[in-house]
């Protein structure tokens, strides 16, 4: 039979809702949501069929069944990160530790103090919540959390300087995934851009020269995803504190990446300290709280409590406010640090970063041991070089290892493409005709849950 009068046979929507079987399943759903799910069964139908698969055309309930698993199934999905991007932004960047999940879970499940102060008896305020912490984690004098560090900067230009001038370097004009440009958010918060400098070269003097009467704020950007190299030159943040307050100006420096370990080893630590960056003598920092720092998505605002209670006073803080997830988690997420740096390995963007090569190596040779019990086309041990990721430190490298698998001939984008479908998704590299899985973003406890998506991938390749 052509594949035309298959297409021709394929029945309709009303013939597959009138089976019997099909019936049944309005008792779990609505008519409409079955009729949902019979129509996707006979597209998926229809686009086998014209993938050339040896598909009958005929629908039963139990094919209206998965197409209505699939359609249901909840939007964000478990991914297995085998592509060695630690911080990885369309993965969700930085998983949360245990300790986090169990006070998420504990917090999530009851009420709670949000903006109750048990102590007195009356209102708190969330802001407290993190005040505290952060101050003392970071040497600040006064804390404020938002919902990201694009919210963090808009907030701080809005605050300081809405309707008059600000001050930025030509070469940290920097536009980062999103399309989120420092220009543009510096236009919706009121603000009015002045760019001092060159892209390559900006001295103190071109500062002091565009200071005039409508000068508000001093603005540094850190390059966190891209670098500038060559015949370069910068203004110090100490050179820039000391001028701002001469000048009578606050100065503001957007981190973008912050931590808060100051022993990190090399080249890990080109990340910005958060506590140096304050000792400098800066009015206000802000920094993510997932990118390296490994909390949740949020802004951290942090430092002389002049300026940080403006911000917190303006009326756009409480519309990009935080919940209690957030708060409880980036909580659980700073109490780490407290211990140092063997404390923080709690932290799983900390111990992933940290791996070295040896136990990655170790690591793999495990994964390699797994994917040849399960009889899978494995091609050997190769060295990679992961990534930093999430915009931050852009030419570091990651020594380590991954385990390539060869890919089936003419079907490899299929087997992507199941292993992106499966339950849970596995995503690694691809290069040249092998599949690499980095073992340095694939937990210790996530290597069986990866042979497992790949031995039930391969069959359908």
Known sequence: ???????????????????????????????????????????????????????????????????????????????????????????????????????????AGSYNNLEFDLDSGHRGSRADVMRGILMERCGAEDALVVNNNAGAVYLGLRALAAGREVLVSRGELVEIGGSFRIPDVMSASGAKLVEVGTTNKTHLRDYEQAIGPEAALLLKVHRSNFELVGFTQEVALAELVQLGHEQGLPVMVDMGTGTLLENWPAPLDQIPVVQQVLASGVDVACFSGDKVLGGPQCGILVGKRRWIQRLASDPMARALRVGKLTLAALETCLSAYRGGLESAKELPVVHMLLLSEPELATRAKKLEGLLREASLPVAGLREVQGQVGGGSLPLVKLPGWAVALTLPERQGSQLLRTLRLGDPALLGRVQQDELLLDVRTLRKGELVLAVRALRAAWPKA
């Open 1 to 107: 039979m052509s594949k035309r009068d298959r297409l021709r046979q394929l029945p309709s929507v009303d013939t597959v809702l009138n089976r019997p079987d099909v019936q049944a399943l309005m008792q779990g759903w609505t008519r409409a949501l079955v009729t949902e799910g019979v129509r996707r069964a006979i597209a998926s139908r229809r686009q086998a069929l014209l993938a050339g698969e040896d598909s009958n055309a005929e629908l039963c309930g139990e094919d209206v069944r998965r197409a209505l698993d699939a359609y249901l199934r909840p939007h964000l999905q478990t991914v297995l990160n085998a592509t060695g991007v630690v911080l990885h932004t369309n993965l969700g960047r930085a998983p949360l530790s245990k300790v986090a999940l169990d006070h998420l879970l504990k917090i």
